[in-house]
Antibody, heavy 120, light 105 residues
Framework: QVSLVESGGGVVQPGRSLRLSCAAS????????MHWVRQSPARGLEWLAF????????YHADSVKGRFTVSRDTAKNILYLDMTGLTREDTAVYFC?????????????WGQGTQVTVSS | TQMTQSPSTLSASVGDRVTITCRAS??????VAWYQQKSGKAPRPLIY???NLESGVPSRFSGSGFGIDFTLTISGLQPDDSATYFC????????FGRGTRVEIK
């Protein structure tokens, strides 16, 4: 069955960096585009980044552009989110999600989420 | 594209018909999905492309709309439906509504 497992969250000081990982299994990951989404009480559900099935095409939300970078290792079936210059506003639960298809680009599977807390 | 969802909270009785709406800030045709989220869990997809039911989702859930106005309806509310519901547009990148918390009286 499809499984997405995020890791790498934790408590980090403002200004520091963090890398999140999302390990995919149960499907051919190179057939699917992938996303990062975060959720906080203040900002709700917020889409952050898209990576195409082969990782060649990437989009980032304006709110994180220049600070966050999505990438994927297709050989290892892992999606990454590199986050730099973290601020308290980045405190949230971070989810990875699989995109259904290009024509129906909703998220059909989600990971369980990893908590990121930015605090001194 | 902004998604304005209402109401933010609703309380209804078992068996009631419940309606949640989302209004898009621009025409997104039918590129809307609806998700259910329970406390501490990831969102679960219910409906995609406005009205298509995700596999395994009970038929009491339905969706409708086109362009800018969209609706999620629960026909015959059940105790297990107590959750927060989100709309999402995927026509212009991806954005979510702020959610509707559904409580059972």
């Amino acid at each position: 069955q499809v499984s997405l497992v995020e890791s790498g969250g934790g408590v980090v000081q403002p200004g520091r960096s963090l890398r999140l990982s999302c390990a995919a299994s149960g499907f051919i990951s190179t057939d699917y585009a992938m996303h990062w989404v975060r959720q906080s009480p203040a900002r709700g559900l917020e889409w952050l980044a898209f990576a195409s099935s082969d990782g060649s095409l990437k989009y980032h939300a304006d709110s994180v552009k220049g600070r966050f970078t999505v990438s994927r290792d297709t050989a290892k079936n892992i999606l990454y989110l590199d986050m730099t210059g973290l601020t308290r506003e980045d405190t949230a639960v971070y989810f990875c999600a699989r995109q259904f298809t290009a024509s129906a680009a909703y998220f059909d599977y989600w990971g369980q989420g990893t908590q990121v807390t930015v605090s001194s | 594209t902004q998604m304005t969802q209402s109401p933010s909270t609703l309380s209804a009785s078992v068996g009631d018909r419940v309606t949640i709406t989302c209004r898009a800030s621009q025409n997104i045709r039918t590129s809307v999905a609806w998700y259910q989220q329970k406390s501490g869990k990831a969102p679960r997809p219910l409906i995609y492309k406005t009205s298509n039911l995700e596999s395994g989702v009970p038929s009491r859930f339905s969706g409708s709309g086109f362009g800018i106005d969209f609706t999620l309806t629960i026909s015959g509310l059940q105790p297990d439906d107590s959750a927060t519901y989100f709309c999402q547009q995927y026509k212009n990148y991806w954005t979510f509504g702020r959610g509707t918390r559904v409580e059972i009286k």
